[in-house]
């Protein structure tokens, strides 16, 4: 509708204020995850790693890859909390039956290739459900289309 209001998540995650708050989130996971990572503080080494994350994010905001799809800060947290802990179930579950096939050559092992219409409507919940399967051992995703 031509001249109606944006609402004020449409108007917070686009122009401006979208862009810092994407490029600010992902300065602050990336040192978060060379900090995880490191396990060093001391103050040079807590200002090297904060440098490189500020580097990574600056060259990816000039390429314009910092965008809701390549980093979706609106996936809401009581989501993902549900998510992860049914993912590494389910890789889990797949890792130990492949693991018994590998090990039980008596096992039948029968190739499939299935084809089924996903409940995901946007393209980042189609491209997180094709990797949710590929990350299961034993599987793959072939194509993806909504």
């Not at 096939?101 to 094709?130: C, Y």
Request: with cysteine; net charge neutral.
């Amino acid at each position: 509708m031509p001249g109606a209001p944006l609402s004020f998540a449409a108007t917070f995650h686009s122009g401006v204020l979208g862009i810092m708050l994407h490029t600010l989130s992902a300065l602050f996971a990336l040192y978060a995850f060379w900090v995880l990572l490191s396990g060093f503080f001391t103050p040079f080494l807590l200002s090297a790693g904060l440098g490189c994350a500020l580097a990574v994010v600056l060259f990816a905001h000039r390429m314009d890859v910092i965008d809701d799809e390549g980093h979706p800060i609106h996936v809401g947290w009581r989501a993902l909390c549900s998510y992860w802990p049914w993912l590494l179930k389910e890789v889990v579950k797949s890792s130990w039956d492949v693991s018994r096939r590998i090990l039980d050559p008596r096992l039948p092992i029968s190739p499939v290739l299935v084809r089924f219409k996903p409940s995901q409507k946007t393209e980042l919940g189609l491209v997180i459900h094709a990797n949710s399967i590929t990350l299961t051992p034993g599987t793959i995703s072939v194509q993806v289309e909504p």
